[in-house]
C-alpha cells in the first residue's frame, strides 16, 4: 500500500519534473528566436551610415530626409521592449521608402554601384527580419498555448512562467518590400 | 479551403498509414519467401544487413555522391546574391541553421535538397533557376526544399529503400533457388504445393509492388513540403508560380540521372504525354497541375 502511494507520487513528480524541462526549453527557443531578430534588426541599423555617406555624395537637397533616416536609426538602436523596437523598424522602413523614391531623381546616385548593393542588402534585411519575426511569432505561440494548457497551467503559475510578447508590425510591410524593388 | 495545418497534418497521417502497409507487406513476404527457401528467419535477417549496409552507405554519403553526380559547385553570397541570402532567409524562418548552398550551371530550371539532417543539409538550385524566377518564387522553391530537410524526408527515403532492397534480395534469392534448387527436392515435399505457388508469383510481383509502395511514399512527401514549405513563406502561390514557371520550361537537365531525378522539385525528365493514372504510379511525382490546385486554394 506505502509502496504503491510512494510509486504514484514519485510518477507526478516525474511529470511535473518533465512539464517543467519542457517549458524551460519552449522558453529559451522563443528567448533564442528573439535574439535572431534583434541581430538582423542591428545588421539593418549597421547599413544605414553607409547609405547616407553614400547618398550625401549625389544630392544637395535631401538633408532633411537624411536626418530623419539617421534619427530613425537611433531609435531602432535605442528602443528595448519588442513592440517599440517593431515600431521604429516600420518608421525606419517609412523614410528609407521615401528616400529610394526620391532617388529616382539623382541617375547618377541610382547608377552607383555602391548605392545598388546597399539597396539590395537592405531589402535583404528587410526580409531577414520579417522571416525571423515569423520564426519567432511561432515560437511565441507555441509557447504561450503550452502555458494555457492543462496540467501545465498549475505548473506555469507555481514556477513563474509568463506570457510572452508577439514581434507585431504592419501587415503591409512585406508587400512595401516588393514595391519598391520591382524587377 | 483547406488549412496548411491540416494539410500537414493530413500528410503525416497518409505517410504512417502507407509506411504501416508497407511494413506489414514486407514482412509477410519475408517470411512467404523464407519459409519457402527452407532456411527460416536467417535469410531474412541477411538480407536485412545487406540492404542496411547498403542504405546507410547511401545515407551518410548521398549528399556528397549527388553532388558530385551532378556537377554542382558551393554558391558565392556575392555572385548568387538571391539564391544564397534566400536560403539564409527561409532558414530562418524555418529556425534551422543555414543548409550549404551549391549552384549546378545548367540553364534548366531545378532544385533539390540533401543530407540526413538539418546539421548537414544541402540545397541545390541551378543557374536556370535562379534567371528565370523572381526572389519571392525562389523563397517558394527553396522553401519547399528546406522543408524535406525538416520533415526528414531523406531519412524516411533511407528507411523505405532498405525495406525494398530486402524484397529485391529475397526475391531474387528465391528466384535462383529455384534453378540450382535440386537439393531442396526432398524439403519440398514438407512445404505444401500453395505455399510454394505463393512463393513463386511474389518473388515476381513483390518487387515492383515494393517499389510502387516507395513511389506513393515519394509523391506524399513532395505534396507534404509543398505544405509546409507554403507554412514557412505563408506564400503558396509564389511556390504554385515557380512549379509552373519550371515545369512550362521546355529544356532538360542534363545534369540529372536517373539516379538523383527523385530529389528534384519537379521531375528534370518532363515525360509529359504520359499523364495517366497508370502512368503516374511509376512518378517519383505529383502531377504539376494537382500540386499547383492544392496551393492556390491554400
Known amino acids: 500500500m506505502l509502496f504503491a502511494l510512494a510509486a504514484i507520487l514519485g510518477l507526478i513528480a516525474l511529470y511535473i519534473w518533465y512539464i517543467y524541462n519542457d517549458l524551460v526549453s519552449s522558453k529559451m527557443r522563443v528567448g533564442e528566436a528573439w535574439s535572431q531578430i534583434d541581430v538582423q534588426l542591428k545588421r539593418r541599423a549597421d547599413l544605414i551610415p553607409n547609405l547616407v555617406e553614400t547618398v550625401k555624395g549625389y544630392t544637395k537637397h535631401e538633408k532633411k530626409l537624411l536626418e530623419n533616416i539617421t534619427r530613425a536609426r537611433s531609435a531602432l538602436l535605442s528602443a528595448s521592449s519588442p513592440k517599440e523596437k517593431a515600431q521604429a523598424d516600420n518608421q525606419l522602413s517609412g523614410v528609407l521608402k521615401s528616400l529610394f523614391a526620391v532617388a529616382e531623381n539623382y541617375p547618377n546616385l541610382k547608377a552607383n554601384e555602391n548605392f545598388l548593393q546597399l539597396q539590395k542588402e537592405l531589402a535583404d534585411t528587410e526580409d531577414k527580419v520579417s522571416f525571423s519575426r515569423q520564426h519567432h511569432n511561432t515560437m511565441v505561440m507555441e509557447y504561450n498555448t503550452k502555458l494555457q494548457m492543462f496540467p501545465n497551467a498549475l505548473i506555469a503559475g507555481k514556477f513563474n512562467f509568463r506570457d510572452k510578447e508577439y514581434y507585431e508590425a504592419k501587415k503591409e510591410d512585406r508587400k512595401k518590400v516588393e514595391v519598391k524593388f520591382g524587377e | ?298
Open chain 2, 1 to 298: 479551403m483547406i488549412s496548411i495545418h491540416s494539410q500537414i497534418q493530413a500528410n503525416k497521417m497518409k505517410t504512417v498509414m502507407v509506411m504501416t502497409i508497407f511494413m506489414l507487406f514486407v514482412v509477410t513476404v519475408s517470411y512467404i519467401l523464407g519459409k519457402s527457401l527452407g532456411y527460416g528467419s536467417s535469410w531474412i535477417g541477411l538480407g536485412l544487413i545487406i540492404s542496411g549496409i547498403m542504405s546507410l552507405v547511401s545515407y551518410y554519403y548521398s549528399d556528397k555522391m549527388v553532388l558530385t553526380l551532378s556537377g554542382a559547385r558551393l554558391a558565392d553570397r556575392k555572385k548568387d546574391f538571391d539564391l544564397y541570402t534566400v536560403t539564409e532567409n527561409i532558414a530562418l524562418s524555418a529556425g534551422i541553421p543555414k543548409p550549404k548552398v551549391y549552384v549546378i550551371e545548367d540553364s534548366a530550371p531545378n532544385a533539390f535538397a540533401t543530407g540526413r539532417d538539418p546539421e548537414h543539409a544541402v540545397v541545390c538550385a541551378t543557374r536556370g533557376l535562379i534567371n528565370k524566377l523572381s526572389r519571392r518564387e525562389l523563397e517558394g522553391v527553396i522553401a519547399h526544399e528546406i522543408s524535406h530537410i525538416q520533415n526528414f524526408d531523406i531519412r524516411l527515403m533511407a528507411i523505405v529503400s532498405i525495406m525494398v532492397g530486402v524484397i529485391a534480395l529475397l526475391s531474387d534469392w528465391f528466384s535462383r533457388s529455384l534453378w540450382w534448387g535440386k537439393r531442396d527436392r526432398d524439403d519440398r515435399s514438407n512445404i505444401s504445393a500453395v505455399l510454394f505457388l505463393m512463393s513463386i508469383v511474389l518473388a515476381l510481383i513483390a518487387p515492383l509492388v515494393a517499389t510502387l509502395i516507395q513511389l506513393a511514399i515519394s509523391r506524399r512527401r513532395e505534396f507534404l513540403a509543398d505544405a509546409s514549405g507554403a507554412l514557412l513563406t505563408r506564400n503558396p502561390d509564389a511556390l504554385a508560380s515557380a512549379l509552373q514557371k519550371i515545369s512550362a520550361d521546355k529544356e532538360v537537365l542534363e545534369a540529372a540521372t536517373n539516379a538523383t531525378a527523385h530529389l528534384y522539385i519537379v521531375n528534370p525528365f518532363k515525360d509529359k504525354n504520359f499523364s495517366a493514372w497508370f502512368a503516374n504510379l511509376f512518378n517519383t511525382h505529383p502531377p504539376i497541375s494537382e500540386r499547383v490546385k492544392i496551393l492556390t486554394a491554400m
